[in-house]
């Protein structure tokens, strides 16, 4: 079964920490997708990265890099030199190919990140 | 400028009284998702139309309902809303399954 966890419920740095939020993922699908979004205060889901199975390069974008892991099942978000805008919530999800393929998102329970100044 | 809006942003009804949640999206997906997220949970998949395929996720009670009149617009009906049923909805697009998700600001619903 398809599940996604994030072990870390919280997390509290201070502003220029850098900091690493866990994802690890379980599917039997050889094809899928991994996602991270941030939900800040207002509400709104934001979209940050998505990467498909096939792709194990890391991405850097700005103060954010990902680093996926097929062997170990982790797709991992860190935030360098944190800042207090980077406070919210944030869900690594996953979406199977398989199943339908109805694109639901497998979210994991989020984890809360408050930056402090 | 939004590309997904969704009308109103805080809705209260009373117990029992059916509300209608609207969603509408500037991108021309095909693809256009209702989630329920209540406090400190992750969004929870209601349904969701592919073109005007509708899927229903086969937890979703049967006091939610949706339509998609056209591409643009798609709307949430809760026939009867419980007091379990207050929680933020949130709408959001895709290009196509399988893609990345853009999410609407949500509507906040409050039953009373």
């Known amino acids: 079964a398809q599940k996604v966890t994030q072990a870390q419920t919280e997390i509290s740095v201070v502003e220029k920490e850098d900091v690493t939020l866990d994802c690890v993922y379980e599917?039997?699908?050889?094809?899928?997708?991994l996602f991270w979004y941030k939900q800040p205060p207002s509400g709104e889901l934001v979209f940050l990265i998505r990467?498909?199975?096939?792709?194990?390069q890391n991405e850097i974008s700005g103060r954010y890099s990902w680093n996926f892991q097929k062997s170990t099942s982790s797709f991992n978000f860190t935030i360098t030199a944190s800042q207090v805008v980077d406070s919210a919530v944030y869900f690594c999800?996953?979406?199977?190919?398989?199943?339908?393929?109805?694109?639901?998102?497998?979210f994991g329970q989020g984890t809360t990140l408050q930056v402090k100044p | 400028d939004a590309m997904v809006i969704q009308n109103p942003r805080y809705q209260v009804t009373q117990f029992g009284k059916p509300v209608t949640l609207s969603c509408s999206q500037t991108?021309?997906?095909?693809?256009m998702y209702w989630y329920q997220q209540k406090s400190s949970q992750a969004p929870k998949l209601l349904f969701h139309?592919?073109?005007?395929?509708?899927?229903n996720e086969a937890d979703t009670p049967d006091n939610f309902q949706s339509r998609r009149p056209n591409t643009s617009f798609c709307f949430l009906d809760i026939r009867s809303p419980g007091l379990g049923d207050a929680a933020m909805y949130l709408c959001a697009t895709s290009r196509q399954v399988s893609y990345e998700q853009y999410f609407g600001p949500g509507t906040r619903l409050t039953v009373t």
């Open positions: 991108l021309n997906h095909n693809v």
């Open positions: 999800a996953l979406v199977e190919h398989g199943s339908g393929n109805t694109g639901k998102l497998i």
């Open positions: 139309y592919y073109d005007k395929d509708f899927n």
């Open positions: 990467r498909n199975s096939f792709d194990e």
């Open positions: 599917t039997r699908d050889t094809t899928y997708y």
